[in-house]
């Protein structure tokens, strides 16, 4: 273990509040290593931005930001040397066209997992550990209920 745990998930905390949850984009390069590599396959998304480093990154919260106006929360439920093991919750109101969908103003709330690698106390490497069918089928779920109960 050559990371500093402690350090690393005040780093991840830190990323969650200033970048993905108040935007504040220009701080992404306090937090994430610039040869930062994703894993994660986003395509079910749709999202008009695309690459899986450091650009296409920034460029993706920037468009979630945009579509989901987004709160993300984050626990580390364990460690495996200088990678560590997610639990995230992302709440957020559907305000723009994603995942096939036009926005309806409604709300959801889905869980999911990760894992981050850290290198000089910084993410270089993630993977979100999610299934784009399953995370859908849940968000249109908690939406189409919101859209009925409207009209009822």
Request: proline fraction near 3%; aromatic fraction near 8%.
């Amino acid at each position: 273990m050559g990371e500093d745990r402690r350090a690393c998930e005040e780093n991840l905390q830190n990323y969650i509040t200033h970048v993905l949850n108040e935007g504040q984009i220009d701080r992404l390069g306090e937090f994430v290593h610039p040869d930062f590599i994703t894993h994660t396959d986003e395509s079910a998304l749709e999202l008009d931005a695309e690459g899986d480093d450091f650009d296409g990154v920034r460029d993706g919260i920037v468009e979630l930001r945009e579509k989901l106006q987004p709160h993300y929360s984050a626990t580390v439920t364990r460690w495996d040397g200088d990678t560590a093991h997610l639990a995230w919750t992302l709440a957020g109101t559907h305000v723009g066209r994603i995942m096939g969908f036009d926005p309806t103003g409604k709300s959801f709330a889905v869980n999911y997992t990760s894992w981050c690698t850290f290198k000089d106390g910084r993410a270089i490497e993630a993977k979100g550990e999610w299934d784009p069918a399953q995370t859908l089928a849940e968000i249109r779920k908690q939406i189409d209920a919101q859209l009925v109960a409207d009209h009822v």
